[in-house]
């Protein structure tokens, strides 16, 4: 059963910051999630949101800023907002990566920095799974990096997903944990998907879907997994 922190261990630290990642990796975490976008001047930026006003002093789109521009807002802690290329060198292969792509234009600078690890950093392509809600910019991944592992999000209609998985070849599909049962796990574990629910945190809801064998869960709590 595999441990993933939600935005890093989101129940601990600000959602997304370094000091959420080392926290999980702290928690023996076997996986990470964390979301992207793009800043004006093209750094893959970590953070959930379409823009920092929930979780910095600043206000305005995360692609209206440049990273220097970035670097100067900070958390309620004091926290900086991360770049993707932080968060790989603070985790430095001690577990995987799921980057959800919130922005498709984030993309293509994605799969460049992975291929970079991949090929020049000695990291694995086990190393990540790219997810998304939107299945176009999952595609495009696909047809730009067919080694790289795709995890399908979705949040109402598991065939759909499940159709798409098969299509694209994907490692992983990500659906809202309130869809499953245990037929339907098996069902998409039987077809070569690792099932991968989110975000999973209160107890009650954790036992059930381990009860439904998931191959792991993202929680803001991994260390209740
Ligand atoms: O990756 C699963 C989950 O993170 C999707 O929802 O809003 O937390 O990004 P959200
Ligand atoms: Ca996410």
């Known amino acids: ?4 922190a939600h935005r890093g261990a989101k129940a601990y630290e600000p959602e997304n910051t370094l000091q959420a990642f080392q926290k999980a990796l702290d928690l023996n975490s076997d996986g990470i999630e964390l979301d992207v976008h793009l800043s004006a001047d093209g750094h893959i930026i970590v953070i959930h949101d379409e823009t920092i006003d929930k979780m910095t002093n600043g206000k305005g789109a995360v692609n209206s800023f440049s990273l220097k521009e970035l670097k100067c807002f900070s958390t309620a802690e004091g926290h900086q907002i991360p770049t993707l290329k932080e968060v790989f060198d603070l985790v430095n292969k001690k577990c995987f990566i799921n980057i959800e792509l919130k922005s498709a234009a984030a993309l293509t600078k ?3 920095l992975i291929d970079e690890y991949v090929s020049e950093k000695n990291w694995k392509y086990e190393h990540f799974i790219v997810s998304s809600f939107d ?6 991944v696909h047809n730009l990096d ?19 998985a098969e299509t694209i070849k994907a490692k992983a599909i990500h659906p809202y944990y309130h869809l499953l049962n245990q037929e ?8 070569g998907f690792l099932v991968l629910p989110w975000t999973v945190n209160i107890e009650e809801d954790i036992q059930k879907i381990k009860s439904y064998n998931v191959n792991g869960i993202i929680s803001d709590f991994p260390d209740k997994i």
């Open 1 to 4: 059963m595999l441990k993933i």
């Open 110 to 112: 994605v799969v460049s």
């Open 135 to 140: 299945w176009n910019a999952l595609l495009e």
């Open 146 to 164: 067919s080694k790289i592992p795709i995890g399908v999000l979705t949040e109402t209609d598991l065939n759909l997903a499940l159709a798409f």
């Open 184 to 191: 339907n796990v098996q069902e998409m574990q039987q077809k």
